[in-house]
């Protein structure tokens, strides 16, 4: 028997435009002082860089985590997407030569990446090693992914996030001057953000052993939805067919979080090689702290944007824009991992099953909770009428 050795579609969800669900990135695109136009209709391609996400406990290492000299091999740092590529669309409607109403939406869509180490477990290869705290003796110690010559090993951490939402307001215009306009807008808001950090390890025999499998999967999941109400200004002008805006919201609201757990162990070692069977638990995520896990805080959603555009005709802008986003109290799936382990709660530790747990029940589950912000460059084509 083999023993461990513990040691943010994007047409799709412009669907919003039918809803009165509130956008943390949406701005309608610049606006001449007067028109006799009533409708404006915008498009824009978004390319926005979003904050990367925490990964603070390390998953691999090549040493005991307090040894001289360790090196990290997998996590303890942070994780992004660079460029996240979407769409957003914004319909504006002027009742008067005063007071208006907009509606947009926005969406980026899921976009992944991940990081991997592996060694074959052949003499001279290095041991990978998963680095935790170990409540049962208070001490670091370490379970092999990989141990030569018996076993190689493996070890992916890979996140994805996905950023969408909504906003509807009503506007009003101060009486323009000198080609400049003052609007003052309030409304409501939306906003979506959904990550997940999910860490994956494969350590089968090297021949002679028998051919088994034995793999972990620890996922985390993230989600957080913001409801709220807003208040903003924008300053708006036109020289000639050059147009242009600045605008700065803010919306207060509530945030509420959630973070899905869910861990386990896939192996056929004690079937005698045969048929695999599943056990709860991997190596992050036990019956300690998996499910879901919800709360709902007080959070602010501040905005500014600007936009330039260019006028082809009287009824078509072209313009690029800029915007800057922040949220408050937002939860991120790396920053939920609790390396306090009580290594005797799962199988994937190397214990036989049934397992008998002799230590506290750790991993124990908490909120953890941070600020989140992104920067956006935008394209965009505009038409009235």
Known sequence: MKRRHAVLRCATAIALWGCAAGVALAQTAPMPAESDSRWSLSAEALFASLKASPTPVPIVTDNYLDAPGVNVLLGGGTVDTNVNAGLRVTATYRLDNRMGVELGGFYLPSRTTSSSVSSTG???????????????????????????????????????????GGEVNVTWSLPPQDGWRLDLLGGFRFLQLRESYTITTSSPYNPPNPADIWNTTDAFAARNRFYGLQVGARAAFE???????????????????????????????????????????????????SGNHTQSVFATVPEITLNVGYRLTPEATVFVGYSFMSASNVVRPGEQINRNIDPTQTVSYGNDSPVQSVGAAQPAFSLATTDFWARTLTVGFAYRF
């Open 122 to 164: 052949q003499p001279g290869s290095i041991d990978l090693l998963l680095p935790f705290y170990d409540v049962t003796t208070q001490q670091e110690n370490v379970t092999e992914l990989s141990y030569w010559p018996d076993y190689r090993g493996s070890a992916r951490a890979t996140f994805s996030n996905s950023l969408g």
């Open 239 to 289: 020289r000639g067919p050059w147009v242009g805006s600045l605008a700065a919201k803010v919306a207060f609201g509530t945030m509420q979080q959630r973070v899905s757990v869910n861990g386990f162990l896939v192996t056929n070692d004690y079937t005698n090689y045969g048929a695999t069977q599943i056990f709860p638990g991997g190596y992050f995520a036990f019956p300690s702290n």
